[in-house]
């Protein structure tokens, strides 16, 4: 805290705050000590992909229900995040919070501005694993087809020309420049890039 009101105080017009889970109340309480002596105190905050947002906020659901004197026994606080719990009144509570935490962040805990490190990175690794299962698993081509290539389509995702993204366009336009009409161009008429 100490940190953040000197960075303040010496020119910055953002802190950031990092914590070990996303918990409104204590970044709230962070920042109520902040905005004592910076009351424009202006919070980044990294919703990290560090966090184990499901296991965090059943956890957090389960501590309030257990103060509240609800029926808590058929849930184990240390696995909560078995997949058996995500149809639950908890797991459905929780999810409601991971879905509400920016707004209810910005309001409660004052969080001017949301942010999350290495989404790309995640969802890379998770779609690259899922992919290659499939694809060198039964499904074979297929596999890339239904799960990526379709959705592209469908979805009107412009990498699916993928030539055009990598700008071979622009090689074609610059080859044509120089050598007129004998270039050996990428695309043209016959290009695949052309089938979608």
């Known amino acids: 805290i100490l940190d953040s009101i000197t960075s ?3 020119g910055a017009d953002l802190i950031w705050i990092e914590t070990e889970k996303p918990h409104i109340d204590q970044i709230g309480k962070m920042m109520k000590e902040i905005k004592k002596v910076i009351p424009n105190a202006k919070l980044v905050y990294n919703n990290s992909p560090s966090f184990n947002w499901t296991l965090n906020f059943r956890q957090q659901v389960y501590d309030v ?23 639950t009144k908890l797991g459905i509570a929780a999810d409601e919070k991971i879905k509400t935490f920016q707004a209810d962040a910005a309001k409660e805990a004052g969080i001017f501005h949301h942010l999350i490190t290495l989404p790309t990175y995640h969802t890379t690794a998770l779609s690259t694993d899922n992919l290659t299962k499939k694809y060198f698993g039964e499904m074979g081509m297929l596999g890339y087809v239904k799960t990526v290539q379709r959705q592209e389509i469908r979805q009107g995702i412009a990498c699916v020309k993928h030539q055009n993204m990598a700008g071979s366009d622009m090689g074609d336009d610059h080859k044509e420049y120089f050598a ?9 008429k016959d290009n695949t890039m052309n089938q979608f």
């Open 8 to 10: 303040l105080q010496n």
């Open 65 to 87: 229900m257990l103060e509240a004197g609800d029926d808590v026994s058929n849930y184990d606080r240390e696995k909560l995040m078995d997949i058996e719990y995500d149809d």
């Open 180 to 188: 007129g009409e004998a270039a050996l161009k990428a695309s043209g």
